[in-house]
């Protein structure tokens, strides 16, 4: 089983429409919780990160972490065709000598318009 | 501010012989990490190096190695290529400090043939 799972896709939604992406995660010292995009071609670029659990929000993305549940969301609101891409999670520990981030295997969204 | 910057972004090469990544981090970024990806196995971390030293290492065979610069310039090096080496590697710069996010490069695009 891997650390981190992620709804697979892909997720296909009209432009204009909340998206909700979706992961878990197996290991309990996960301290740290990101959000990347990617679009095709390029490397991941950061969008929300998040320490422990609660939400956080900018502009139209929310990034939800729920420890006891251990489930990772984010949400995406009035969601554009320019939101087109591969979504990841990611997690870390928050110890000092292992920094290394464990990725989700990505879901992929085409918000048609 | 210039990102993160990878060389060259294409390469082929032949089973057997050996390549060499380059990575420049952001400005003042001192900590390089390396990610290889594929479409079976998502990104997976590869290693990390901090002012010159290797802090971390992934679940990767010895025939992946890293090195870092006084500059904080890294490369990677794979020798003895084989087929399944054939991936996206990405580089990741972090400032440190209270600020856990990754910023990616482009990745270097490696096809081994």
């Known amino acids: 089983q891997k650390e981190v799972e992620q709804d697979p896709g892909p997720l296909s939604v009209p432009e204009g429409a909340i998206v909700s992406l979706n992961c878990t995660y197996s290991n309990s010292a996960f301290q740290y919780f990101m959000w990347y995009r990617q679009y095709s071609r390029k490397g991941p670029e950061l969008l929300m990160y998040t320490y422990s659990s609660g939400n956080k929000e900018d502009g139209r993305f929310t990034a939800q972490v729920d420890k006891s549940s251990k489930y990772i969301s984010l949400f995406i609101r009035d969601s554009q065709p320019s939101d087109s891409a591969t979504y990841l999670c990611?997690?870390?520990?928050?110890?000092?000598?292992?920094?290394?981030?464990?990725f989700g295997s990505g879901t992929q969204l085409t918000v048609l318009p | 501010k210039a990102g993160v910057t990878q060389t060259p972004r294409y390469l082929i090469k032949t089973r057997g012989q050996q390549v060499t990544l380059s990575c420049s981090p952001i400005s003042g970024h001192r900590s390089v990490s390396w990610y290889q990806q594929t479409p079976g196995q998502g990104l997976q971390f590869l290693f990390e190096?901090?002012?010159?030293?290797?802090?971390n290492k992934g679940n990767f065979p010895g025939r992946f190695s890293g090195r870092q610069f006084s500059n904080s310039r890294s490369e990677m090096n794979v020798s003895t290529l084989e087929l399944g080496d054939s991936a996206l590697y990405l580089c990741a710069s972090d400032a440190g400090g209270g600020n856990y996010g990754y910023t990616f490069g482009s990745g270097t695009r490696l096809t081994v043939v």
């Open positions: 190096y901090f002012s010159e030293t290797q802090r």
């Open positions: 990611a997690s870390r520990v928050s110890s000092g000598s292992a920094r290394q981030l464990t």
